[in-house]
T-cell receptor
């Protein structure tokens, strides 16, 4: 149980284009999902918190117009990187909090974004 | 300020050589402390949640313990497949956002 999937696992795009990453909770409902970014050999950096049916809450320094988050259902959240630039290249990971559980967050496998 | 510090940054063990990883934390109030395992190029894998001082949890060769100031992840007779980065995170009672430590990179040599 408690499986979170992400799609795609890897994506390469050209500078100036937009990329959408999907995060799904496969066997549980998640009213809250989180998006993280991870640089090589560093820990996870929280970008935003998304709650189903409401606007995402972004961490300080994260551009909400560049990183669009939509949490349209209890099992799906999407992150769209708009007008991507090489500095947006990173490992993006989502997590989901099981509504029926206590506080555990379960993480997806991550998406490697490379902007050329 | 809520903070999590993990030590050591890196640890090299011989197969079968038991050791412990440390996670020290300062938080105004603790909802829970979490241990995750992360393999290169993958998302963190949930291992344990600890809620109160004195609590212990075990899974195969791993055992996690919690005091009011720190948590230990004990690895007994590790195998090469235990090589990974181990992340500790706390959930303060003022938020639902995890606060992560920088991790301990464990390498177990055969």
């Amino acid at each position: 149980g408690a499986v979170v999937s992400q799609h795609p696992s890897r994506v390469i795009c050209k500078s100036g284009t937009s990329v959408k990453i999907e995060c799904r909770s496969l066997d549980f409902q998640a009213t809250t999902m989180f998006w993280y970014r991870q640089f090589p050999k560093q820990s996870l950096m929280l970008m935003a918190t998304s709650n189903e049916g409401s606007k995402a809450t972004y961490e300080q320094g994260v551009e909400k117009d560049k990183f669009l988050i939509n949490h349209a259902s209890l099992t799906l959240s999407t992150l769209t990187v708009t007008s991507a630039h090489p500095e947006d290249s990173s490992f993006y990971i989502c997590s989901a909090r099981d509504t029926s559980g206590i506080y555990e967050q379960y993480f997806g496998p991550g998406t490697r974004l490379t902007v050329t | 300020e809520d903070q999590v510090t993990q030590s050591p940054e890196a640890l090299r063990l011989q197969e079968g050589e038991s050791s412990s990883l440390n996670c020290s934390y300062t938080v105004s109030g603790l909802r829970g402390l979490f241990w995750y395992r992360q393999d290169p190029g993958k998302g963190p894998e949930f291992l344990f949640t600890l809620y109160s001082a004195g609590e212990e949890k075990e899974k195969e060769r791993l055992k996690a313990t919690l005091t009011k100031k720190e948590s230990f992840l004990h690895i007994t007779a590790p195998k090469p497949e235990d090589s990974a980065t181990y992340l500790c995170a706390v959930l303060p009672d003022s938020s639902y956002k995890l606060i992560f430590g920088s991790g301990t990179r464990l390498l177990v040599r055969p």
